[in-house]
C-alpha cells in the first residue's frame, strides 16, 4: 500500500480504519497497552493538541490523522505515544545524545510553515525512527530521510516499508553534511532544534527552495525559514518553538588569546 497522492477524504478514512496493534506487558499501561484505542488517540490529538495551535493547513492535519505516531515509538513506550511531549526514541550513549520524537503540537505547526507541495523534493534532516518522514511522504513529491545513528535508520527503513511509505528514501550520514547526492531540493526539513544552519545544507537548495528549522535552544528558540533566490540566502523568523535538539550542528568555539 503506498500511502503518497491520496486525497483528504482518503487519510481521514485511513485514520477511522486504523487501529490497535496488539502488544504484550507493557507497565506503563497497566500491562496491556492493546487494549488501548490508538486511532481514538491520534483524532484527540489532532483536535486537542495540534488544531488549538492554530494549524489550519487541510493537508497537514489529514496527514497526522492518517499516521500511526505508535508505531514509530519504542514498545515500551507506545501508551505514551499520543501525550503532547517529546519521546525519548534513543538514550544518551557514551559520545551520543539522547534522541527524541518531537510532540505534535510544534511539528504540525514546523510541517504547516514548510507550505509543502504535492511535487516536492523534500530532504529531512534527522529521521530519527521515521515518523516524520511518514509524514512528509504524504504531503511531498519525494523524500529523502537523512539519519547519522545507523540503527535508528535501519528501524526507520523497517517500519515505513512495512507500512507501505513507497516514496521515501532512507540513508544514513552526516546530518550537518546534508545528502548532496539527491539534490536540489524543494525543501529541506530540519528535524530538532540546531545553534547554526550549515552553509553545505542551504548549498542543496534548489532556486526558490526553503530550508525549515528550529534555531537556537531551549525557550530563546525560533522557528526560522531560509529561501534560496539566485544563489542568496535570506532568513525570517516566525515563531517560538522549544524542541529537542539535533546531533552535529554546534558552532565551532572560538578561541580566546
Known amino acids: 500500500m503506498n500511502l503518497s497522492g491520496h486525497s483528504c477524504d482518503a487519510l481521514k478514512a485511513l485514520a477511522q480504519a486504523t487501529k490497535t496493534r496488539s502488544t504484550t506487558d507493557n507497565p506503563l499501561s497497566h500491562g496491556a497497552h492493546d487494549m488501548m484505542d490508538f486511532e481514538a488517540a491520534r483524532v484527540k490529538m489532532v483536535e486537542n493538541q495540534i488544531r488549538t495551535t492554530d494549524v489550519t493547513s487541510h493537508s497537514v492535519l489529514n496527514a497526522f490523522f492518517a499516521v500511526p505516531r505508535e508505531a514509530f515509538v519504542p514498545e515500551k513506550l507506545k501508551a505514551l505515544a499520543y501525550v503532547d511531549n517529546d519521546i525519548e526514541i534513543c ?3 557514551a559520545g551520543k545524545a539522547a534522541r527524541f520524537l518531537m510532540e505534535a503540537s510544534p511539528l504540525a505547526k514546523l510541517l504547516q510553515l514548510a507550505a509543502i507541495g504535492k511535487q516536492d523534493a523534500v530532504l529531512e534532516v534527522g529521521a530519527g525512527t521515521g515518523y516524520t518522514s511518514a509524514l512528509l511522504s504524504l504531503l511531498a ?11 535508528l535508520a535501519a528501524n526507520a527503513k523497517t517500519t515505513l516499508a512495512e507500512l507501505g511509505y ?3 528514501t532512507v540513508t544514513s550520514g552526516d546530518l550537518a553534511k546534508g545528502h548532496a547526492t539527491g539534490a536540489p531540493y524543494d525543501l529541506i526539513f530540519i528535524n530538532g532544534s540546531v545553534e547554526e544552519v550549515p552553509a553545505s545544507l542551504l548549498e542543496q537548495l534548489r532556486d526558490n527552495g526553503r530550508l525549515v528549522a528550529v534555531k537556537g535552544y531551549g525557550n530563546s528558540a525560533r522557528a526560522t525559514v531560509f529561501v534560496r533566490e539566485h544563489g542568496a540566502f535570506s532568513e525570517n523568523v516566525f515563531f517560538n518553538a522549544s524542541v529537542k535538539p539535533l546531533p552535529g550542528f554546534s558552532k565551532a568555539k572560538e578561541f580566546v588569546f
Open 91 to 93: 538514550p544518551a550513549e
Open 141 to 151: 513529491g519525494s523524500v529523502v530521510a537523512l539519519e547519522c545513528d545507523e540503527g
Open 166 to 168: 513507497g516514496n521515501i
